[in-house]
């Protein structure tokens, strides 16, 4: 049975760090690329960073390049996230998808998300 689960989210003052974890069971982990999106109440999901099968990352919105990593563990299959100097308008619901395109088929994984607060 396939499983994507997120944790590591909670409550953290403005400026404090966080690392979210997504981890897989399932299905062949190193094969996906990794996807960690969020989406804040009232607004549509974002894009946060990718990271590809080989360890190619990219991190996608501009409101968190310089301060948001994106990282993964084959051995452990899981996906990290680290989130540092957290802003208020950070705090969102983020969530991990696997994606594995193979030809003309594509397979996708989600979890359920992981709630992150910043508040003093």
């Known amino acids: 049975q396939v499983h994507l689960v997120e944790s590591g989210g909670g409550l953290v003052q403005p400026g404090g760090s966080l690392r979210l974890s997504c981890t897989a069971s399932?299905?062949?982990?190193?094969?996906?690329?990794l996807y960690w999106y969020r989406q804040a109440p009232g607004k549509e999901r974002e894009l946060v960073a990718t990271?590809?099968?080989?360890?190619?990352?990219?991190v996608s919105a501009d409101s968190v390049k310089g301060r948001f990593t994106i990282s993964r563990d084959n051995d452990k299959n899981t996906a990290y996230l680290q989130i540092n100097s957290l802003k208020p308008d950070d705090a969102a619901v983020y969530s991990c998808?696997?994606?594995?395109?193979?030809?003309?088929?594509?397979?996708?994984?989600w979890g359920q998300g992981t709630q992150v607060t910043v508040s003093s």
């Open positions: 998808q696997a994606r594995r395109i193979l030809g003309q088929e594509e397979t996708d994984y």
């Open positions: 990271i590809t099968s080989y360890g190619g990352s990219t």
């Open positions: 399932g299905f062949t982990f190193e094969n996906y690329t």
